[in-house]
């Protein structure tokens, strides 16, 4: 009797088990349908449409015309057209794609948004696929709240990051399951090489084909009140900024190119351009660069850009006069790199074309398309790691763009903390906005800001690609928390830093929120670890104390940042989730010289935010004992104080507390020397009630890192089901024993 019943409750147990395991590794569903909405269908919901969402049925109708018109598609007529997020020259596929930071974007110059005409969707990232009775619109984790809001009930929205949802691709095949011949069009110079590549390779074995249509249908119905480009011309970077002549520059790439018998490279980024010509321009709303294609060969120089933004100025830096020899450059206009492509390639065998590198796409479907397959050497920008690493004038310029930064950052959160002490009405966002720019732009060798300013208070603090707006600014209040999100361009340096504020009492829940973030950022900021470490790598030190509470945010915990250019920059990438190395197609390691961000996040929908950034340089560590590998650390160069009350300090370990006040005393003596300097004494003294030494123990430390079983969650579960019933058979044996 005994065994029976043994057998029977051991036979439960194990068929618990096997279904728990089971259940976990069966394949979810694809949910085609999309998320669901809020406020959606609009007519049950009229007074309480979001005031920041777009009624886009006017322009879905004028596109979908635009689909079936033969002379607008130059061919049949389209089933779907997809809209993408990109320029010309692929300058936000790297945001859409690789999901690395949580903030600022690269924004485009106004002419160019049409998926933000078309949807009024204003986030970075996203593509919208219109059919002829539908509007899908793909957005990674950053911008579902956002995308919910903006976009109307028209759009189907697939937030990319969840399980169930389909790609582009899938949805497409499921869609047109039963037609033949579709047709889903598509600018081919909007897109890059790559992502066309893969998503033709992805409906090869459907009845969907990828359709290249040259007359942009969103340009078509884009006639009344678009935007034009900006006459702001170019100017030169001197060496005593950039550190090194762009004919040494131009060098090093001839030297890459002989080593891959590369005859000639295509440039099509623009920061890359910029960079390799030490020119800047105003062709980005806060990206110093012109736009501009460029052509480098063994024995000449190509440049094509507007005539009328070459001054007289860039001619000679560029040494553009008479130009017949292999060190200056050639000008020419810039829509002429469409036919040159074409007729110079005749006489080159090898074309270095732009190819994937961490999150930046390459050139696009129309540049690779201008050249003959067999000539094609696909392959990561050379410019890519040679700007990566920066030069001893370039690391100096970082440090130094960032410590007159921090002076602003302090003397903006001082003043805007007395303001709420003396009981004034109290700030909007849009304000902090205003005013965290301002002072920005009084500090010496500022040239503008280096992505639009974020102020989220409260429930848009939650929202991690936040931009106050006019119609979404509220006041700034005492009970939730404000996340300030903002960073200068310089001559110099690009800067990029992150603070969560509080002007009232916060929460236990905050606090706990803030203090897990802050140690995320203490332990990447203080890792010591071997120069052969890969950058994803180094992502799950910074979720550590996140994760193990069960929270995990949704977006890459680190960028690289270039040196008076763009704020994203690549190869680096701090994302456990972004690209595999195999497709990354440059290295994803660090070197010293590497500026990134360090920036893990925290973010309750609806309740409060938290996020906490600061710039990394990466520098030797030295050899460590017995080991011959060379080890690499980070020195923060952002220098502004975090928020004490919002520090729950009984979390804090003695390496924190010590990493806590070493970094207090350097903000206190390298921003503090320049705050009396300029003879700002009350961001001086608020500085310094912000940066006060803590002790280095506590004598009332909690354990806040619960070592979690390493089984999953169901087997635990399981296994507490399996003590119970050893329990029931026990009893039951005792039952049976005296009966018996």
Known sequence: MKNLVFRVLLASCVLGLTRADAGKLSTPEINYNGAQRSYCPANAYVENQPVNRYDSSLRLRQLRSEMTRVTAVQGPALDGYIVTSDDEHQTVSFVSHGRDGPSESESLDPSDMRKEFLTGFYGSAGEALVTIDKAIFWTDGRYHIQADHQLDCNWILMKEGEHDVPTITEWLIHEFRNRTEVRIGANPKLISAYMWELWEEELANSTVKLVAVRNDLVDLIWQVGRPEYNSHAAYPLTDEYSGKPWQEKVRSIRLEMELWSADALVVTALDEIAWLFNIRGYDLPHTPVIRAYAIVTQGSLHLYAPKQKILRSVDI?????????????????????????????????????????????????????????????????????????????????????HLRDAVAMCDFLAYMEEQYELNSEGWDEMQVARVANELRYEQDYNRGIAFPTIAGYGPHAAVPHYEPINLTNIKIGTTSTLVVDSGGQYLDGTTDVTRTLHFGIPTDEQKKAYTRVLIGSIELSSLIFPSDTTTDQLDAVARRPLWSTGYNYMHGTGHGIGHFSSVHESPISVSYHGYKSSLAGCSARLKPGFF???????????????????????????????????????????????EPKLINFDMLTPLHRRWLNNYNKRIREEVGTELKKRLKMKAFYWMMMKTMTIPESSSNSQDFFPDYSRSTPSVKRQFHVLVVIVAIYHVAANLIRMRT
């Open 317 to 401: 830096h560029l040494k553009t006069d008479s130009c017949f020899h292999a060190d200056c450059v050639k000008l020419h206009n810039y829509t002429n790199i469409w036919y040159d492509l074409k007729t110079m390639s005749q006489a080159w065998n090898t074309v270095w074309l732009p190819s994937p590198c961490g999150y930046t796409l390459g050139a696009s479907k129309e540049i690779y398309d201008s050249i003959p397959v067999e000539k094609r050497l696909p392959k990561p920008s050379p410019v890519i790691e040679l700007r990566a690493e920066k030069n001893k004038v370039e690391a100096a310029g970082m440090r130094k763009s």
């Open 596 to 642: 990134l961000s360090n920036e893990p996040g925290y973010y309750k929908e609806g309740d409060f935010g938290v996020r906490l950034e600061n710039i990394l340089e990466v520098i030797t560590a030295g050899k460590l004992p017995r080991n011959e590998k060379t080890f690499l650390r980070f020195r923060d160069v952002t220098l502004v104080p975090y």
